[in-house]
């Protein structure tokens, strides 16, 4: 059983017999990572494969593992939390936005020239090229959770409604962003369940990301602090999520 994501069908679940088999006509365009031009008919209980033609086998992606991380993660999400047989344009959109945008990127150069030089002499040039990398990954993973769904409030708390000032706040996921610090000592939020401080610049790094395309967002620079603080943020909205929505 195979799990496609069509522009017309969404999500679907297909049988590809004989996908397994290197001589199948059909192995190459059932690939993973793959975008392709795809024919099905409704047996009696399952759909059936019975043609598959590889257009984009995105090979950038799959011959470099940091770039097929990013997208490893993406497939995950779109498996867990996509619709079963809902079509839906914004996130076939988005997806091959993604596809393309991780395919082109150019992980060395770009990620040297885009980071400090203190710190690339401080931490060395691997761990300066994994930060870069984590800005990716979170851009595409929150973008990928809003088009879902799960858009974090990010501009009035959830709890009083009030206009979010650049002040100390809170991300609770349980309800569903960032709280301002009145409602989570009023609440008494610190006792129960999952809250992290988030950070003004973490805060305004997630606006931008989440109303620009990459090619814009990928140019807002944010301090280290604000970055490591959104990553772990990320990480665990995304457990949350998937502990509790899936
Ligand atoms: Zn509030």
């Known amino acids: 059983m195979l799990t496609v994501f069509t522009e017309q069908f969404g999500k679907i679940e297909v049988i590809g017999k004989g996908i397994r088999k290197i001589t199948s006509k059909l192995r190459a365009g059932a ?25 984009d086998k995105f090979d950038g992606i799959r011959q470099e593992f940091e770039k097929s991380q990013i997208i490893y993660k993406i497939v995950e999400l779109l498996d867990q939390f996509a619709n079963q047989e809902a079509a839906d344009e914004k996130l076939w959109r988005f997806l091959l936005q993604i596809f393309e945008a991780v395919e082109s990127l150019e992980i060395r150069n770009s990620l040297l020239n885009s980071e400090g030089i203190t710190a690339s002499k401080a ?7 994994n930060c870069k990398l984590k800005i990716i990954d979170c851009y595409f993973l929150w973008n990928m959770l809003s088009i879902l769904g799960y858009s974090p409030e990010l501009y009035k708390c959830p709890l009083c409604d009030s206009k979010l000032l650049p002040e100390t706040f809170f991300f609770v ?18 006792k ?55």
């Open 31 to 55: 690939d993973v990572f793959c975008l392709s031009e795809i024919e099905f008919v409704q047996g009696k209980n399952h759909k059936i494969l019975t043609d598959a033609l590889a257009i």
């Open 123 to 129: 931490s060395g040039s691997w761990q300066i090229e």
């Open 173 to 190: 996921p349980s309800e569903g962003g960032v709280v301002c610090w009145q409602c989570f000592s009023a609440n008494d939020l610190k």
């Open 192 to 246: 129960s369940g999952l809250w992290f401080p988030i950070k003004v610049d973490a805060v305004k790094a997630l606006r931008v990301w989440l109303s620009q395309d990459w090619a814009t967002a990928g140019k807002v620079s944010f301090g280290q602090e604000a970055q490591q603080n959104l990553w772990d943020i990320s990480k665990n909205y995304l457990s949350f999520l998937q502990e509790n929505i899936s």
